[in-house]
Protein backbone atom coordinates (compact mmCIF):
# COMPACT_ATOMS: atom_id res chain seq x y z
CA UNK A 1 0.00 0.00 0.00
CA UNK A 2 1.26 3.51 -0.88
CA UNK A 3 0.30 6.75 -0.54
CA UNK A 4 1.86 7.57 -4.37
CA UNK A 5 0.95 10.84 -5.42
CA UNK A 6 0.13 14.38 -3.39
CA UNK A 7 -0.32 17.34 -5.13
CA UNK A 8 -1.88 20.40 -4.13
CA UNK A 9 -4.25 22.87 -6.84
CA UNK A 10 -4.19 26.39 -7.06
CA UNK A 11 -6.83 26.82 -5.09
CA UNK A 12 -5.32 24.90 -2.04
CA UNK A 13 -7.12 21.59 -2.59
CA UNK A 14 -4.78 19.01 -1.63
CA UNK A 15 -5.55 15.44 -3.40
CA UNK A 16 -3.94 12.13 -2.39
CA UNK A 17 -3.92 8.86 -4.36
CA UNK A 18 -3.91 5.58 -2.44
CA UNK A 19 -2.82 2.85 -4.59
CA UNK A 20 -3.01 -1.30 -3.94
CA UNK A 21 -4.17 -2.34 -0.05
CA UNK A 22 -5.52 -0.48 2.51
CA UNK A 23 -4.97 -2.36 5.81
CA UNK A 24 -3.82 -2.94 8.82
CA UNK A 25 0.34 -2.38 9.34
CA UNK A 26 3.05 -0.09 8.51
CA UNK A 27 1.55 0.56 5.68
CA UNK A 28 -1.49 2.58 7.23
CA UNK A 29 0.58 4.10 9.79
CA UNK A 30 2.78 5.71 7.39
CA UNK A 31 -0.01 6.70 5.42
CA UNK A 32 -1.91 8.29 7.96
CA UNK A 33 1.21 10.09 9.74
CA UNK A 34 1.34 11.65 5.73
CA UNK A 35 -1.93 12.45 6.05
CA UNK A 36 -1.96 13.79 9.84
CA UNK A 37 0.99 15.74 8.27
CA UNK A 38 -1.12 17.31 5.57
CA UNK A 39 -3.89 18.70 7.75
CA UNK A 40 -1.29 19.95 10.83
CA UNK A 41 0.16 21.97 7.66
CA UNK A 42 -2.63 23.72 7.28
CA UNK A 43 -4.41 21.53 4.93
CA UNK A 44 -8.32 22.87 4.87
CA UNK A 45 -9.36 20.65 1.68
CA UNK A 46 -8.51 17.31 1.08
CA UNK A 47 -9.35 14.49 -1.51
CA UNK A 48 -8.81 11.11 -1.27
CA UNK A 49 -8.82 9.76 -4.34
CA UNK A 50 -9.02 5.30 -4.35
CA UNK A 51 -9.53 5.00 -7.84
CA UNK A 52 -6.47 3.08 -7.45
CA UNK A 53 -7.05 1.17 -4.06
CA UNK A 54 -8.19 -2.48 -4.20
CA UNK A 55 -8.93 -3.15 -0.93
CA UNK A 56 -9.60 -1.24 2.28
CA UNK A 57 -10.14 -2.89 5.87
CA UNK A 58 -11.71 -2.06 8.84
CA UNK A 59 -9.33 -0.37 10.39
CA UNK A 60 -8.19 1.91 7.39
CA UNK A 61 -12.00 3.11 7.64
CA UNK A 62 -10.75 3.80 11.22
CA UNK A 63 -8.14 5.76 9.77
CA UNK A 64 -10.18 8.09 7.23
CA UNK A 65 -12.60 8.80 9.88
CA UNK A 66 -10.04 9.99 12.12
CA UNK A 67 -8.24 12.14 9.58
CA UNK A 68 -12.26 13.32 8.73
CA UNK A 69 -12.48 14.82 12.23
CA UNK A 70 -9.15 16.03 12.38
CA UNK A 71 -9.80 18.61 9.34
CA UNK A 72 -13.29 19.17 10.93
CA UNK A 73 -11.63 20.22 13.80
CA UNK A 74 -8.97 22.48 12.01
CA UNK A 75 -12.10 24.21 9.89
CA UNK A 76 -11.92 22.02 6.95
CA UNK A 77 -13.37 19.15 4.58
CA UNK A 78 -12.21 15.89 2.96
CA UNK A 79 -14.06 14.05 0.17
CA UNK A 80 -13.31 10.79 -1.01
CA UNK A 81 -13.57 10.09 -4.76
CA UNK A 82 -13.45 7.46 -7.51
CA UNK A 83 -13.74 4.39 -5.20
CA UNK A 84 -14.66 1.12 -7.51
CA UNK A 85 -15.05 -2.54 -6.46
CA UNK A 86 -14.76 -4.25 -3.19
CA UNK A 87 -13.49 -0.65 -1.79
CA UNK A 88 -16.76 0.63 -3.19
CA UNK A 89 -19.00 -1.82 -1.91
CA UNK A 90 -17.72 -1.49 1.73
CA UNK A 91 -17.66 2.29 1.41
CA UNK A 92 -21.55 1.96 0.55
CA UNK A 93 -22.37 -1.30 3.43
CA UNK A 94 -20.97 1.10 5.94
CA UNK A 95 -22.95 3.83 4.70
CA UNK A 96 -19.57 5.67 5.02
CA UNK A 97 -21.26 8.89 3.03
CA UNK A 98 -22.96 9.63 6.28
CA UNK A 99 -19.67 10.24 7.93
CA UNK A 100 -17.99 12.09 4.90
CA UNK A 101 -18.87 12.45 1.14
CA UNK A 102 -17.92 9.96 -1.11
CA UNK A 103 -17.74 10.95 -5.15
CA UNK A 104 -18.12 9.39 -8.15
CA UNK A 105 -15.48 11.21 -10.06
CA UNK A 106 -12.50 13.37 -8.98
CA UNK A 107 -14.48 16.63 -10.81
CA UNK A 108 -17.14 16.27 -8.07
CA UNK A 109 -14.92 16.61 -5.29
CA UNK A 110 -13.10 19.47 -6.68
CA UNK A 111 -16.23 21.18 -7.50
CA UNK A 112 -17.74 20.25 -3.97
CA UNK A 113 -14.78 22.32 -2.43
CA UNK A 114 -13.97 25.12 -4.98
Known sequence: MALENV???ENGTTIVELHGRLS???GLADIET???AIIKGGCKKLIV???SLD???SASLGM???SRNQIANN???IRLCRAHGTTARV???IHMDKIMPVDETLEESQAALA
Open 24 to 26: VGK
Open 7 to 9: RTL
Open 49 to 51: DLA
Open 64 to 66: LTA
Open 75 to 77: GGH
Open 55 to 57: YID
Open 34 to 36: ELQ
Open 91 to 93: LKV
